[in-house]
T-cell receptor, first 113, second 115 residues
Framework: DAKTTQPTSMDCAEGRAANLPCNHS???????VYWYRQIHSQGPQYIIH???NNETNEMASLIITEDRKSSTLILPHATLRDTAVYYC??????????????FGTGTRLTIIP | EAEVAQSPRYKITEKSQAVAFWCDPI?????LYWYRQILGQGPELLVQ????????DSQLPKDRFSAERLKGVDSTLKIQPAELGDSAMYLC?????????????FGPGTRLTVL
């Protein structure tokens, strides 16, 4: 079973920040939060991951609450190409080996022109 | 930028026929994964390889599915015989075998339709 809960769908206006929430209340101390997205008919694309500190890269920012029970993926200036299904996944640290990704049903984000 | 290659992109077959999918991971990636994604659901792992060895095939329907990675590079997933319920997207992913970097990179997938 997936260890995360996400809204089924969200809309965001083009050019605005898209904030995608994820609840992972049973996360363990050695589990990271990963985000992937899947544009229609393509393979999933890695976005970002983090343990407890906020992370930022060229695609997005990841904000993790202090108790690590939830997180938010932020796309700062959403474009139409960001329309996709976004998956929040928790998995053990890489130091425990290459563990499979357990996907839920994700959040379908639609960017509105 | 290096990518995971998969072929074919689309496959239509009749039930009871055999089908095969091919995957070429990113060069140097020791770990290779095959996932299956049914429409409307997230991908689910079928089999995981470390070099040429299978490390997890607990979700692979072994009566009809087989997977191999003979030289530890490219891989083939086979279904024989195909059933209607096998219609899905079959995704291949690869990752480095490093303690500090195990991000999985996915290919474009093969969409299988069984008639």
């Amino acid at each position: 079973d997936a260890k995360t809960t996400q809204p089924t769908s969200m809309d965001c206006a083009e050019g605005r920040a898209a904030n995608l929430p994820c609840n992972h209340s049973t996360i363990s101390g050695n589990e990271y939060v990963y985000w992937y997205r899947q544009i229609h008919s393509q393979g999933p694309q890695y976005i970002i991951h983090g343990l407890k500190n906020n992370e930022t890269n060229e695609m997005a920012s990841l904000i993790i609450t202090e108790d690590r029970k939830s997180s938010t993926l932020i796309l700062p200036h959403a474009t139409l190409r960001d329309t996709a299904v976004y998956y929040c996944i928790v998995r053990v640290t890489p130091y425990f080996g290459n563990e499979k990704l357990t996907f839920g049903t994700g959040t379908r984000l639609t960017i509105i022109p | 930028e290096a990518e995971v290659a998969q072929s074919p992109r689309y496959k239509i077959t009749e039930k009871s026929q055999a089908v095969a999918f091919w995957c070429d991971p990113i060069s140097g990636h020791a770990t290779l994964y095959w996932y299956r994604q049914i429409l409307g659901q997230g991908p689910e792992l079928l089999v995981q390889f470390q070099d040429e060895s299978v490390v997890d095939d607990s979700q692979l329907p072994k009566d009809r599915f087989s997977a191999e990675r003979l030289k530890g590079v490219d891989s083939t997933l086979k279904i024989q015989p195909a059933e209607l319920g096998d219609s899905a997207m079959y995704l291949c992913a690869s990752s480095e075998n490093r303690a500090d970097s195990d991000t999985q990179y996915f290919g474009p997938g093969t969409r299988l339709t069984v008639l």
